[in-house]
């Protein structure tokens, strides 16, 4: 299970931002066409427990944050490879716009609807969770953090009708606590961002590659080997993701300035 490459993509997008987590559509389908045509084909998490119904080269597809990119541009192309993929819902931004990220000064994303993710469920897509608000989970106390983790389940669950098994860390960034607030929600899989094999394999910590607008092909095949080996192409994954730490700080600091306005 852990040889399993597991690729994760945010926004598919022709449109410009100031980031670099979206991936244009023509980037999009090259990449697919490549897992396609060296034999790849897509798994999801809830496939994992039939091992020996796997197929010889198996990859699993991913996208944080559930926009709506995702339904409108990226499932086009996975259909035309017969591919699915596992889609991590932030469940209180459902059919809204996002405010999390910095790095893009603030530009907002539209996030899936309700309906729509009902129809990818129906398409043979899973969807898993991303928290209810993609807060950063270390910071939280106990209460606030059993409603990220254990509420959005249940949201998910109460629109999908079924069970929601997989989890996705925002900003995939997880302490001891978190993870062990994760395995008592009742979660199956959880991935977090790319570290060096350890020894120590947990389904609950998955190793996932991020797939940027500055990967070229090379880069995206070498980001299929699993576990990661260090290299450019990791070092450079690593150093973007610090990026990810802005946006958690103004994230921070903003929840402080409201709190102090409250009290005021």
Same mark, same amino acid.
């Given at each position: 299970?852990?040889?399993?490459?597991?690729i994760?993509?945010?926004?598919?997008?022709?449109?410009?931002?100031?980031?670099?987590?979206?991936?244009?559509?023509?980037q999009?389908?090259?990449?697919m066409?490549?897992?396609?045509?060296?034999?790849?084909?897509?798994?999801?998490?809830?496939?994992?427990d039939?091992?020996?119904?796997?197929?010889?080269?198996?990859v699993?597809?991913?996208?944080d944050d559930?926009?709506?990119?995702?339904?409108?541009?990226?499932?086009p192309?996975?259909?035309?490879f017969?591919?699915?993929?596992?889609?991590f819902?932030?469940?209180?931004?459902?059919?809204?716009?996002?405010?999390?990220e910095?790095?893009?000064?603030?530009?907002?994303?539209?996030?899936?609807?309700?309906?729509?993710?009902l129809?990818l469920?129906?398409?043979?897509?899973?969807?898993g969770?991303?928290?209810?608000?993609?807060?950063?989970?270390?910071?939280? &106390?106990?209460? $606030?953090l059993?409603?990220?983790?254990e509420g %959005?389940?249940a949201? +998910?669950?109460d629109? *999908?009708?079924?069970e @929601?098994n997989?989890f996705?860390?925002?900003?995939?960034?997880y302490?001891?606590?978190v993870?062990?607030?994760?395995?008592?929600?009742g979660?199956r899989?959880?991935?977090?961002?790319p570290?060096?094999y350890?020894?120590?394999?947990?389904?609950?910590?998955?190793?996932?590659?991020s797939?940027?607008?500055? &990967?070229s092909l $090379?880069?995206?095949?070498?980001?299929l080997? %699993?576990?990661?080996? +260090?290299?450019?192409? *990791?070092?450079?994954e @690593?150093?973007?993701?610090?990026?990810?730490?802005?946006?958690?700080g103004?994230?921070l600091?903003?929840?402080?300035?409201?709190?102090f306005?409250?009290?005021?």
């Amino acid at each position: 299970m852990f040889d399993i490459p597991i690729i994760t993509y945010h926004k598919i997008s022709n449109e410009k931002e100031f980031g670099l987590t979206t991936v244009s559509q023509s980037q999009f389908a090259r990449q697919m066409d490549y897992l396609n045509s060296n034999g790849y084909k897509s798994i999801c998490f809830n496939q994992l427990d039939s091992k020996n119904y796997l197929p010889e080269k198996p990859v699993i597809i991913t996208f944080d944050d559930g926009y709506e990119s995702v339904y409108k541009n990226a499932v086009p192309i996975l259909d035309t490879f017969r591919f699915k993929s596992v889609v991590f819902i932030v469940s209180s931004f459902l059919g809204k716009l996002n405010h999390w990220e910095a790095v893009s000064f603030q530009q907002q994303f539209k996030h899936l609807s309700k309906d729509q993710i009902l129809k990818l469920r129906d398409m043979g897509h899973e969807i898993g969770s991303h928290g209810k608000m993609h807060t950063y989970l270390p910071k939280l &106390d106990n209460m $606030a953090l059993r409603e990220e983790i254990e509420g %959005s389940k249940a949201d +998910l669950e109460d629109i *999908l009708g079924e069970e @929601i098994n997989s989890f996705c860390y925002p900003y995939g960034r997880y302490t001891k606590r978190v993870l062990s607030f994760v395995e008592k929600a009742g979660y199956r899989y959880a991935t977090t961002n790319p570290k060096l094999y350890n020894g120590i394999l947990n389904p609950l910590s998955i190793t996932r590659r991020s797939i940027y607008s500055t &990967d070229s092909l $090379a880069s995206f095949i070498k980001k299929l080997s %699993s576990p990661p080996h +260090l290299n450019l192409t *990791l070092l450079a994954e @690593i150093i973007i993701q610090k990026g990810a730490l802005a946006s958690i700080g103004m994230n921070l600091l903003r929840k402080v300035k409201s709190q102090f306005l409250l009290d005021i």
